[in-house]
């Protein structure tokens, strides 16, 4: 396929006219004309990137790719090596931040619940991108620990009594953690984030309500995947996702 027909779709599919982000979404770095490998990962990272060239990758899919706002513009260092290494091999770099997180079936935030059998009965936050909802059955937060543990192959931080029944829930992969004050207000048992901050512990235990950080590219790693198999099924290319560990 083209690229400039993979764009198109991408940007329209993911509707990202309607966010106000941190990063430019769509396509970051240009490559050649023609894709018919496509790489997905969480983070543009150097690793992921000659991950791809080995791969004969060309084109890149991330949910964190690169000019953020605020940063440095200059292409010097870490920055110049890794779009140094796109340009001269011709491999295109797709990203999509919040509009990735919050897409109702491929986004982050659906597939992390298809993981975890959690059911959406709502949005908050701003642009909508946290969720809350249930469990198909009432659990004990140990148990909804160790589920995570073993879905996510990653042992959770998990605040609150253990034995708390956990039923109502709301979640929000990634750097979510102030959104839990406003999870709280919903009436939920337990909110589900990647990280945490040294102020949420005493939140959770002033509040009652659990706090779970399941980390960062843990619970991200599944919208980019499930876009990316999409993908390789309308279009007929290949696809491959390739996970870079991050203990974050």
């Known amino acids: 396929m083209h690229r400039n027909e993979l764009e198109v779709y991408l940007n329209q599919l993911l509707d990202i006219s309607n966010f106000s982000d941190y990063c430019p979404n769509g396509l970051q770095v240009e490559g050649q004309d023609s894709i018919c490998t496509l790489i997905s990962g969480v983070t543009a990272s150097l690793d992921l990137l000659q991950a791809a060239k080995t791969a004969n990758a060309d084109a890149i899919l ?49 597939q992390l619940a ?22 198909t059955q ?69 509040s009652g309500v659990a706090f779970i950080a399941a980390g960062h590219h843990a619970t991200e790693r599944y919208g980019v995947q499930a876009l990316g198999d999409h993908i390789a099924q309308k279009f007929g290319i290949t696809h491959q996702f390739i996970d870079i560990d991050n203990p974050v």
């Open 62 to 110: 991330v949910h964190h790719g690169y000019f953020w706002r605020g940063e440095n513009a200059c292409l010097t260092g870490l920055k110049h090596r890794r779009i140094e290494l796109l340009i001269a091999n011709k491999i295109n770099l797709f990203a999509y931040h919040l509009p990735l997180d919050v897409h109702q079936e491929f986004g982050n935030n659906t």
């Open 138 to 206: 009432t659990i004990s937060l140990d148990e909804l620990g160790k589920q995570l543990s073993q879905v996510l192959a990653r042992e959770p931080q998990v605040i609150g009594d253990k034995h708390k029944l956990i039923h109502k829930v709301a979640w929000c992969t990634g750097a979510a953690q102030n959104y839990f004050e406003a999870a709280i207000s919903l009436g939920v048992d337990v909110f589900i984030t990647g990280e945490i901050s040294e102020q949420t512990v005493h939140i959770a235990r002033e």
């Open 114 to 135: 298809n993981k975890l059998g959690l059911l959406e009965t709502g949005r908050f936050g701003e642009q909508s991108i946290a969720v809350h909802g249930k469990l």
